[in-house]
């Protein structure tokens, strides 16, 4: 039996097959994942990683030292804080509300954090091999992605990475 919506991804555009593609991944990392976490909160660990690399904290250090620290700045601040805080209460990563850095608040993964991306990581290479990609499909993927990625990189960087 062919499946029911096969004439209905043939007619997909592209963006709308990428969203489909990134769905099933993290369908897959989240079932068989050792802890429960939401997609945002895979997401938000994935974050914390980067932004533990020196030019991304350096990055994020002039963003903070360019915001306009008004009400709304603290509304957003805290809502941030509350996602971390879930991820600190699981014992992924740690908070840092005063850090020496310039920044408002700093994270940083715990073991237990890092265990958790290694087992994403190689979840996410499983997923490859059980939705059959191969070296020719990566290589079009990766194509395609550095072309994307273009895109998005030359916004932030009219913005001079303030955003």
């Not at 007619?11 to 991944?25: C, D, F, N």
């Not at 250090?61 to 879930?86: C, M, P, S, V």
């Not at 990566?138 to 994307?148: M, Q, S, T």
Request: hydrophobic share 35%.
């Amino acid at each position: 039996m062919a499946h029911p919506h096969k004439d209905a991804i043939a007619k997909m555009p592209a963006s709308s097959l990428v969203g489909v593609i990134e769905e099933s991944k993290m369908t897959y990392v989240r079932e068989n994942l050792s802890v429960f976490l939401h997609e945002s909160q895979i997401k938000l660990l994935k974050q914390v990683k980067k932004h533990e690399k020196p030019h991304h904290k350096r990055i994020r250090i002039r963003q903070f030292e360019k915001a306009e620290k008004d009400d709304l700045f603290n509304l957003h601040l805290g809502l941030y804080l509350k996602k971390y805080q879930k991820l600190e209460k699981y014992g992924l990563i740690e908070i840092d509300l005063n850090p020496d850095n310039g920044l408002e608040y700093d994270c940083s993964l715990t073991q237990k954090g890092i265990d958790v991306l290694d087992e994403i990581s190689s979840l996410e290479k499983e997923w490859e091999n059980v939705v059959n990609l191969n070296d020719e499909d990566l290589e079009v993927l990766r194509k395609v992605a550095l072309d994307a990625f273009e895109i998005s990189y030359k916004h932030k960087k009219k913005q001079n990475f303030i955003f």
